[in-house]
């Protein structure tokens, strides 16, 4: 019996530990609010999204202000982003919700390029992205 109960809290320091890892190696740590305006700021590169977007809500009678989305959160560990949204994004316009993805590319204070999550060392990102530019976007619908 205690090889079995050593057994299980070590599963669980592992699974803790997994989990740990896994959250601090993500861009975002969760999510937060934010105003559809900001949203279609961010996707302007893409007519055609703004476009579909608009139309959904001209058939609902609906307001851009009225309208507010969800989106990633950097978390703490993101020493000059912590707390900024990026995508995914959600937002639902009536009983429609789109979902938007993008590619991101981080930057230092100086405007140089760093890289991708991935791409660039997590520790350079971590500590040294001052900003991000969103593209390549790509969304879907539901229902």
């Known amino acids: 019996m205690k090889d079995t109960m050593q057994t299980r809290s070590f599963r669980g320091r592992v699974l803790a530990l997994t989990g740990l890892c896994s959250v601090c190696a993500s861009p975002a740590a969760g999510e937060g609010s934010l105003a559809l305006a900001e949203v279609l700021e961010a996707v302007k590169s893409e007519p055609q999204l703004v476009s579909q977007?608009?139309?959904?809500?001209?058939?609902?009678?609906?307001?851009?202000?009225?309208?507010?989305?969800?989106?990633?959160?950097?978390?703490?560990?993101?020493?000059?982003?912590?707390?900024?949204?990026?995508?995914?994004?959600?937002?639902?316009?009536?009983?429609?919700t789109v979902r938007i993805d993008a590619e991101r590319v981080y930057f230092d204070a100086n405007g140089r390029k760093l890289g991708q999550l991935g791409q660039a060392a997590d520790n350079v990102l971590l500590n040294r992205a001052k900003f991000f530019r969103e593209g390549k976007f790509r969304w879907t619908w539901s229902p």
């Open 53 to 96: 977007i608009e139309v959904e809500l001209r058939k609902r009678d609906l307001k851009v202000p009225e309208i507010v989305c969800i989106a990633a959160r950097h978390g703490n560990q993101w020493r000059l982003l912590g707390g900024g949204r990026a995508a995914p994004y959600g937002c639902t316009i009536g009983d429609r």
